[in-house]
């Protein structure tokens, strides 16, 4: 193998102008999902992935999920991408997940250059959406098969890939479409690996074996028919911003321990064991802050930091709809506002549990208001955590690769985001997942100027190369 890996690792090496030109071109398709007005072009980026694979010689079978109705328009969601790569009864066969829509963005949000096309920085940053979450993980797949076939290496597995279209805007019938082909177009994976995630610094690799979920709640308030003049009703009506601003301070405090009663009774404790596996990560509130721009950390201890990114729930307020917020002065009061909260949940909760109790919580603080108004408390999207363990012999694989790749045992981390598919593999599929980042703790995937560096591109593609070679040989079943 170790030949093998040498050659492929020297021609990835050759080829780096190459794979980041392959980049650029992908990122200028303005992929992003939650906009009626690009939905073309989110077709267009799965399009032009199953084209590249059928010119490896891939199998692709295109699924489209169904209709949508968004900005008020129907529209097709974008295609799901099957494919399969080699089909040796005597390799293993590993699934690979990844997705090709985006999140917004516009230059004057702040982008320093245009975020739709990728610009190299002098140092060695590839600036532009998509960099990092999730085109560079995904192209990685493909140009590690290119790079086998272009040296005339055999390729070590048997690759299935399933690449979405709609991550960013809540994966829109995926989940349909992985319970519907578990038993034919997966059957026979012999494990999962997602490259969507992120190392918990800028220098060391990682493996994660444990995501959040997320339950995301709107609370309505309202009250008068329409909107009213402040000075000819204010003091005379109860004002549903006024009781929706209430509500909201109830549900967590300055220092984000959640307020409703019962939401920490179904968190798994915490073992000696999990203690242990805070130790020597590469983390700091140092370089925490400077990423902040600020330090507004709530935690004295790096390690609690951690544990409330990953293994406790937590309460966030997001926004409100209905309400004025442009700039300048408006003397409105708002007859139906909007609040938007999500709690990130752990195991072992419940969503369903969850949106119970907070249900019942904001029906018994609004009662208390005395307030005419109508209240409603709104489930948009309850995802279920994961967890699993980082000894299984996928993440021994994973690991093994790391240290060939960087020289290092990677660190064994949880996200506090979510990625609900892991969950629906798991579950449907029966074999385990693996989560190999290829990006940085500080790309910025979601935010302005997302990148990722051309060291943790390149090298990330001899990662996903060297992890099928190691998965070739370990015994899965151990």
Known sequence: MANTVDKYFDLVDQNQQKFIETLREVVEIPSVSSDASKRGEVVRMGEWLQARWEQLGAQCKRIDPGKQILEGEELDLPPVILGQYGNDANKKTVLVYGHYDVQP?????????DPFTLVEMDDGRLVGRGSTDDKGPILGWLLCAETHKQAGLDFPVNLKFCFEGMEESGSEGLDAIIVDQADKWFKGTDVVCISDNYWLGKNKPCLTHGLRGVSYFHLQVEGPGADLHSGVFGGTVHEPMVDLVHLLSKLVDTNGRIQIP?????????????ELTYENLEFSHTALATDLKHDVIIHAEERDTLK??????????HGVEGAFYSPGDKTVIPAKVKGKFSLRTVPNMEPKRVAELVTAFLEKEFAKLGSKNRMRVIETHGGRWWYSSPNHPNFVAGARATELVYGVKPDLTREGGSIPVTLTFEE????NVLLLPMGAADDGAHSINE???RRNYIQGIKLLGAYLHEVAVTDMTA
Request: charged fraction near 25%; avoid cysteine.
């Open 105 to 113: 963005a516009l230059l004057e949000d702040g982008w320093a250059t």
């Open 262 to 274: 019962g939401i920490y009774d179904q968190v798994m404790p915490v073992t000696d064991e999990e």
């Open 308 to 317: 409330h990114r990953w293994r406790y729930p937590t309460l966030s307020i």
């Open 428 to 431: 449907n599929l029966n074999v």
């Open 451 to 453: 990148k990722i560096d």
